[in-house]
């Protein structure tokens, strides 16, 4: 069974669409993986580009786009929509209806760093860290876990505190 997956930010920008192009190289079998923005910034952040490249990760149809194209009445459900906003900054986080799990794996913005191309290319570098960190332990979780959806709420939950460091040092 194929499982749709919804990363939501804001600007659908940076962080969704690395998690979206991430999920969709490791394991597009089992997931469709889509990104969307609440303010989308309608282009993609080159450096967002740049990690895929340097990733090995396709960019191909990637594109900034609003959450509308997911939530109207002729849009296919979803089966788990992650927010990936970071609420510990006040960035506002979208608020997305319908029938699916919902979690929150919130990241600083990567594209909110000031400084030289390299401060840059390194925020972006770590959020796709923390962001494979995440879906390795996503992609291991047991298939019975998406039978019970409070089991996969708190897994998902869980799941959105792993840091990039956490999968280096165990």
Not at 40 to 59: E, H, K, Q
Not at 73 to 84: G, K, Q, S
Not at 152 to 163: P, V
Request: proline fraction near 5%.
């Amino acid at each position: 069974m194929t499982h749709r997956v919804l990363f939501v930010c804001t600007g659908n920008s940076a962080r969704s669409v690395l998690a979206e192009a991430t999920l969709r190289a490791w394991d597009g079998a089992r997931f469709e993986a889509f990104s969307a923005g609440s303010q989308p910034t309608g282009r993609i952040n080159p450096y967002a580009l740049d990690t895929l490249v340097a990733a090995g990760m396709s960019t191909m149809g990637l594109r900034s786009k609003s959450w509308d194209e997911f939530s109207g009445d002729n849009a296919e459900p979803m089966d788990l929509v992650i927010t990936v906003c970071d609420s510990a900054a006040s960035e506002p986080c979208p608020v997305f209806f319908g029938d699916f799990v919902r979690t929150h794996w919130g990241l600083p913005d990567p594209a909110a760093v000031d400084g030289s191309d390299a401060d840059k290319r390194a925020a972006f570098a770590q959020a796709h860290a923390t962001i494979k960190a995440r879906l390795m332990a996503f992609l291991t979780l047991p298939a019975e876990t998406w039978t019970d959806r409070d089991a996969l709420k708190t897994a998902l939950d869980r799941i959105g505190f792993i840091q990039s460091e956490d999968a280096v040092h165990g």
